[in-house]
C-alpha cells in the first residue's frame, strides 16, 4: 500500500510507498532511549519528503541513521544504510498496522508486555 505522513508540527510530511502493513517493535536499549519506549517500525520500498531542510538525521551507528523533525522532534525513521526505511508507524495519518514482531526481548524491561501471538527474539534474528 502506499501512505501519507507527518510530524507532529506539520514541518515534514512524507509520502511512502510499498508500505508494508507488519509493524515490528524493537526493545533495544538504543530505541527505547530513542523514544522514550520500544520502536514501533514498518518497512517501506521508498519514501519522499516535503520540509526535508526541517530533518535531522543522527548518525547512531555505523550502518543505520534515524531521523527527526528539528522543530518538533518528532521521530520520523530509522534508515538502514544506504537506503532502506523502517518508518515509525505513528508518523502515519492511517493506522492500518498490526503488531507482526519483536525483537530485542533480552533487553525489554519488565514494565510491560504486549499481547497477540507474534514471533518475539531474544536479539535481532537470521534473514
Not at 534508515?79 to 533480552?106: H, S, V
Request: aromatic fraction near 12%; charged fraction near 25%.
Amino acid at each position: 500500500m502506499d501512505a501519507k505522513g507527518r510530524c507532529l508540527c506539520g514541518a515534514v510530511t512524507f509520502e511512502a510507498r510499498e508500505v508494508s502493513s507488519e509493524v515490528h517493535a524493537c526493545h533495544c536499549s538504543m530505541c527505547r532511549r530513542w523514544n522514550g519506549g520500544p520502536a514501533m517500525a514498518v518497512e517501506v520500498g521508498s519514501v519522499t519528503f516535503d520540509g526535508e531542510p526541517n530533518i535531522t538525521r543522527f548518525e547512531s551507528s555505523e550502518w543505520a541513521a534515524r531521523g527527526f523533525c528539528q522543530r518538533c522532534g518528532s521521530n520520523l525513521f530509522y534508515l538502514l544504510k544506504p537506503n532502506r526505511y523502517m518508518m515509525w508507524c505513528g508518523a502515519f495519518d492511517e493506522q492500518p498496522f498490526r503488531l507482526a514482531g519483536e525483537i530485542y526481548l533480552a533487553d525489554k524491561p519488565a514494565g510491560y508486555e504486549f499481547a497477540g501471538d507474534h514471533p518475539r527474539y531474544a536479539e535481532l534474528p537470521d534473514h
